[in-house]
């Protein structure tokens, strides 16, 4: 199995945004998500400050190493591919991808870059132009503008998705594979134990218990008891015997 | 090709958010991804105020229609299904999930709901077992905690993209895609009458309670009860209850 492909090569590049809660923001997703360039194209506001500080929390170093440039060009350089993401469809007789599709193209050379627009206005049509490939995140009616950091997380998840291989399946029996898993013997003795219990209480009659018995080991295959399991149960079963004992003793004559 | 599923029956229920910017934030994306129901358990802060409706903009609809309650079973109640979400690989002995494996499954009924812990300590041991499922969003070393509404920003992304591509869930068991699973009240109101029932006759002591109560509920969620399990499983309380309550009436002089 190949290891995960790095994303660290990839930039991700704000155009102009004003919001230095969301360069934080964007900061610490990245770093989340094992991204490390963050280049800031003519920023409106103060990606040092406070603002931004407070919602990167242990972030600031991905702004601290963040590349400042006066224009998208200058972002871009050195990139093989980028691709710009857009939150409404435009006149630009491109088609608009989903995240999932056109963000393994990235991954395949370096460096690459994935571009955001500024909050307000997203990327005009001459930005997004310097782009090979458009994507678009499916919102929905009556609001569909994503926050700028939103977008960021959901694409650098999206592009930490993309780069492992096809998630295996945690089985959710893997408890029944485990080494502690009670032995059919265990499982058994705790069965009969059950039954003689629920007899003597009278949950249970002679010609009842062997069908009810078979919905409690049903029961009980389904939570693939373990040898820990097993001993607690019994445990309640004797604490039961004991106080219906108590109350054997306490009607003798 | 059938139609996407509807996100809006889903509940994303947030135990003790401290953050008004992440309560704000978490209604924007919830909009953007067509879901509506916001669940506050105990907010640690005012999501009315200035800073949650700066980030909601065009959603505090969303805050302004959500529930507050004081429990995380409060939240929960009527629910069929809830999946916790969680930072850190714990001691539960239960499956990590990825969102994308884990998330198809909330959709196959409803009302289903997925539950964010507070933002500093992630959702403990008991608020986890209120759920029957656990997802975790890979992330990646040193910095693997997500910003609250980052989370809920990436769990929105990927029930949208799962709800329009009808996926086959993983069953949590063959058993709990039946339709006649317990719910999550029924459930609740077993683990108690359980609990009051082991207490009763001296298998629990109140300071051991909670812990052992957990096991109960792991092997619960493990074997997927259904509504018949259930009540079967409260006959025997009763019936327990009965047997010691013979006990104490003989006993009285």
């Known amino acids: 199995m190949s290891p995960p492909i790095s994303l660290a090569p990839l930039r991700i590049v704000l155009v102009e945004p004003a919001g230095p809660l969301n360069i934080g923001s964007a900061a610490r997703v990245m770093k989340n998500f ?29 702004i601290e190493a963040a590349s400042m440039v006066s224009t998208l060009p200058e972002a871009l350089a050195g990139c093989q591919r980028a691709i710009a993401t857009t939150a409404r469809t435009r006149d630009l007789q ?21 571009i955001f627009g500024p909050e307000d206005r997203g990327l005009n049509n001459d930005e997004m132009l310097q782009a090979q ?40 029996t893997e408890f029944s594979t485990s ?10 003795g705790y069965y009969q134990h059950l039954e003689s219990i629920l007899l003597k209480i009278g949950y249970l009659y ?33 604490q039961i015997d004991w106080a219906t004992h108590q109350e054997t003793t306490s009607k003798s004559p």
């Open 34 to 62: 094992g991204l490390s360039q963050l280049v800031l194209v003519n920023p409106q506001c103060d990606p040092h400050g406070e603002d931004a500080r407070q919602m990167a929390v242990h972030a600031y170093d991905v």
């Open 206 to 238: 002679p010609h009842t218990a062997s069908s009810r018995m078979r919905k409690f080991r049903q029961i009980g295959h389904r939570a693939a008891l373990s040898t820990q399991d097993v001993a607690m149960l019994r445990g309640i079963l004797r």
């Open 94 to 114: 491109t088609p608009l991808e989903s995240p999932e599709l056109a963000l393994p193209w990235l991954l395949e050379t370096s460096p690459t870059a994935l």
């Open 133 to 172: 490939r458009f994507i678009k995140i499916d919102t929905h009616p009556p609001y569909e503008s994503l926050n700028l950091a939103q977008a960021v997380a959901i694409c650098c998840y999206e592009l930490s998705r993309v780069s492992q291989r096809p998630v295996q399946s945690v089985p959710l």
């Open 179 to 188: 080494s502690d898993a009670a032995t059919l013997d265990d499982l058994d």
